[in-house]
């Protein structure tokens, strides 16, 4: 047991001080996540190892990033090319149910709403905002750019000055893709499922090229907390 917990502490020791490797790794991790997901959708129980696997991303996702393994910008590099993949796998609105299988495991573990009243309102609020924006948005691909930028910077921009799961808490992809789904499946309008497909080729790009210009270029209002 001591043995584990000296490779933790080297391990976190290399994520906190040797960047290009750390990056390197998480990279490397995210493949092969998004080579099980890819494998596991051309099984016949696709749905059950969908959910274990997603479940296992989630709860070593929340430990590794208690003990400060993880960011949450790491995070969203193991989900986020997953999850653009079965976006775009599902092309009938019926099969956005492995989707749901995918993302609600890794919601129901980082969503720390348990941590104070506060946050619960202020999570409420922001997130509010955020779908309110959408639905203004959804129609326009520029404008769903935009917002996605827009999001893409906040989850990067927290997650480099907040304490881990303050992301997820203000800024949560997963939430926010449920909900955007929900409304797509009540209006029946198409908008939404394009503006997921360009949310989520954004927060690609902004969760492996983003953690680098978030080293590089120190904010110039950092948030306190």
């Known amino acids: 047991m001591e043995f ?73 590099k193991l989900i986020a090319p997953a999850t653009l993949f079965l976006l775009a796998y599902n092309k009938k609105q019926s099969n956005d149910f492995v989707l749901f299988i995918f993302l609600v495991p890794y919601f129901a573990t980082s969503y720390e709403f348990y941590r104070s009243y506060t ?23 520029y404008s769903s750019l935009v917002v996605s930028v827009i999001i893409g910077i906040l989850i990067n921009y927290i997650g480099y000055n907040s304490p881990p799961g303050t992301n997820d808490i203000l800024v949560n992809p997963a939430l926010i893709t449920l909900i955007v789904k929900g409304l797509e499946f009540y209006t029946k309008n198409s908008g939404y499922k394009d503006f997921l497909k360009a949310f989520w080729t954004t927060l690609v790009c902004f969760a492996f090229f983003g953690s680098w210009i978030f080293h590089h270029i120190k904010p110039a209002m950092p948030i306190a907390w």
Not at 47 to 68: K, N, R, W
Not at 119 to 141: F, G, P, R, T
């Open 4 to 76: 584990v917990f000296e490779l933790l502490e080297d391990l976190i020791f290399v994520y906190e001080e040797i960047f290009w490797l750390k990056e390197c790794l998480i990279t490397a991790k995210s493949l092969v996540v998004f080579a099980l997901v890819w494998f596991i959708m051309k099984l016949d129980h696709k749905e059950e190892l969908l959910l274990y696997l997603a479940t296992i991303i989630g709860v070593s996702c929340i430990f590794l990033g208690d003990i400060g393994y993880l960011s949450d910008n790491d995070v969203l």
């Open 119 to 141: 946050y619960v309102l202020e999570s409420l609020a922001s997130h509010l905002l955020i779908i309110s924006i959408i639905c203004i948005a959804k129609d326009n691909v």
